[in-house]
């Protein structure tokens, strides 16, 4: 199988009760205030424990980059926000 890279400066975050799913994403629109369904390239559905697993990982490199390179600077208006799915299996 032929491995994909994306670009990524957008995300967004669908929580189940059975997995989540990131949606990945170059924003299209900048004026916009979040990411729209056209922003979003690649979603990716893993179990909350694989979740977890990802933000130790990603909560390591960041702290990595920032001992060698100094403090990622991260911008006030920076939205952040969940969004639930229903009580029902994602559909993968």
């Not at 799913?21 to 056209?38: L, M, Q, S, Y």
């Not at 990595?64 to 990622?72: D, H």
């Amino acid at each position: 199988m032929e491995r994909k890279e994306f670009y990524a400066n957008t995300a967004n975050v669908e929580v189940g009760p059975f997995d989540f799913a990131i949606g990945f994403g170059a924003k299209k629109d900048r004026t916009a205030p979040h990411p729209v369904p056209e922003d979003i390239d690649c979603v990716i559905f893993m179990s909350p424990e694989h979740a977890k697993v990802l933000v130790s990982i990603l909560s390591a490199g960041v702290a990595k980059f920032e001992e060698n390179f100094g403090v990622i600077p991260v911008d006030s208006n920076s939205k952040v926000s969940i969004t639930e799915s229903p009580n029902q299996p994602s559909k993968v």
